[in-house]
């Protein structure tokens, strides 16, 4: 999966710019693929407020779309795909309806799949799942120090919530970085049969605004994830940038994996 999207514009508008400043997202989606993402997400991160965002939404995932069959048309032996980003809303509780709305853009701009990440409850997650049918669905939650959702629920607790679902992936997002991740990575792999994503950030913001994981180190982590079977998809949150996904892309090379079929 490609990194952030979110760190990597300066402006404040963020998923208005699918609108304004196309041309820019395209460019950070052209990097990440370019870096080897096999999957990008689009930038569509906060725009679930409801139906006003359908055109932000719509915007966000055409630009996706094209861009990831621009590579694939290049070269038809590795195709690539979009996944649908959904926050979980500026109060950090969206709401079922909320979600559809959103999905209902994404799935009209041509997304292969719809990642609700940084999920912060278990209750979030269920109003997701609520809403979302026709795709295939990736859940990524955001943990606290300590392993458990920000809601304090349990790892445990949100993978016995969802396991009724047909999911394509369950996974940990953001956070306090990869190396604070990984063994939680690894018992949520034990936890669920589901395909695992993997996509922290790169630490928290130092002193000047920046992040201090870098791509080597990332990688390495995220490579031994893979290597050792505890995650299938991997990735990067706030503050990573294609330096990162190359060497994770490197990292994961050669690694044995299922083929993902279009779906």
Do not use: W
Request: hydrophobic residues 40%; aromatic residues 4%.
């Amino acid at each position: 999966m490609d990194g952030a999207m979110g760190t990597m514009i300066s402006s404040p508008e963020k998923d208005s710019l699918n609108l304004t400043s196309p041309e820019l997202i395209r460019s950070i989606h052209r990097q990440y693929l370019d870096a080897g993402a096999d999957i990008i997400k689009t930038n569509t991160f906060n725009s679930n407020a409801g139906p006003q965002d359908y055109e932000v939404n719509l915007a966000g995932a055409r630009l996706a779309r094209a861009m990831a069959d621009e590579f694939t048309a290049a070269n038809p032996s590795r195709p690539r795909y979009v996944a649908g980003a959904m926050g979980p809303g500026r109060d950090g509780a969206a709401s079922a309806d909320a979600y559809f709305e959103q999905a209902r853009a994404l799935t009209d701009g041509g997304v292969d799949f719809l990642l609700v990440e940084t999920i912060t409850s278990i209750s979030t997650a269920q109003s997701a799942l609520t809403a979302l049918h026709k795709l295939p669905v990736m859940l990524s939650v955001t943990i606290s120090e300590d392993g458990n959702l920000i809601s304090g629920e349990s790892l445990n607790a949100f993978c016995s919530a969802v396991s009724h679902a047909k999911l394509f992936s369950v996974g940990i997002n953001c956070g306090l970085g990869v190396r604070h991740v990984r063994p939680f990575a690894e018992q949520l792999s034990r936890m669920t049969p589901t395909k695992i994503s993997c996509h922290p950030s790169a630490g928290l913001p130092n002193a000047n605004g920046g992040y201090d994981e870098t791509p080597e180190e990332f990688a390495a982590i995220l490579g031994g994830l893979a290597s050792e079977g505890h995650a299938d998809i991997v990735g990067g949150c706030c503050g990573t940038t294609p330096a990162h996904i190359r060497a994770i892309a490197e990292a994961v090379r050669g690694i044995s994996r299922a083929t993902i079929e279009r779906l």
